[in-house]
C-alpha cells in the first residue's frame, strides 16, 4: 500500500445559501412589529454585506436576525468580517461585513505549522488558498482533520476531494 492518500482543505461560502439567508432575514424584518417604519435593509453585494438602519441598535437587531438565518442554512458566521458602524443618509447607520472566502496565507501557515507539529506522518503544501494534505495512511489525515476541527481558527475549514 504505497500509494499516499490526500484530501484538501478549504474554506467556502455557499454564496446561494448566502442569498437565502438574506432573502429570509429581509421577509422577517418586513414582517416584524418592532421594525415597523424603519428604514432597515440588507444588501449582497459581490463579496459583502451592507446593513442599513435607523441606528445602532435596529442595526444590531437587523445582524441578529441575519445571524439566525445563516446558522440555520449551516453558513459559519467566521466568514464574516465586520466593518465600523458608519453614519449613513438620512439619519441612518450602515455597517459593511466582508464575506470571507479561501484560506488567507496568514491562516494557511498557521495551519500547516500546526499540522506539521502534530508529528503525524503526513506533508501539507499550501495551493492558492486552499491547502492539500498528502499522507500514506488515512487514519493519520483523519487525525489532521479531527485536530483542526476542533482547533479554535478564525475561519470555517471544510475538507474534501479525500482520496
Do not use: C
Request: charged share 30%; net charge positive.
Amino acid at each position: 500500500m504505497s500509494s499516499e492518500s490526500s484530501f484538501d482543505i478549504v474554506s467556502k461560502l455557499d454564496m446561494q445559501e448566502m442569498n437565502n439567508a438574506v432573502t429570509q432575514a429581509l421577509r422577517e424584518i418586513e414582517t416584524r412589529f418592532d421594525f415597523k417604519n424603519s428604514k432597515s435593509s440588507i444588501t449582497l453585494e459581490k463579496e459583502e454585506l451592507v446593513i442599513v438602519s435607523d441606528d445602532e441598535f435596529k442595526l444590531q437587531n437587523v445582524l441578529d436576525i441575519l445571524y439566525s438565518k445563516m446558522s440555520k442554512r449551516g453558513i459559519s458566521l467566521k466568514n464574516l468580517d465586520h466593518g465600523k458602524v458608519e453614519p449613513a443618509a438620512s439619519q441612518t447607520v450602515k455597517q459593511r461585513i466582508k464575506l470571507r472566502s479561501g484560506i488567507d496565507q496568514t491562516n494557511a501557515k498557521k495551519i500547516n505549522v500546526m499540522i506539521r507539529d502534530s508529528k503525524l506522518k503526513v506533508k501539507s503544501q499550501i495551493q492558492g488558498d486552499q491547502i492539500r494534505v498528502t499522507g500514506k495512511s488515512k487514519d493519520d489525515l483523519q487525525q489532521v482533520m479531527q485536530m483542526l476541527r476542533s482547533a479554535d481558527l478564525p475561519l470555517e475549514l471544510a475538507f474534501m476531494n479525500f482520496k
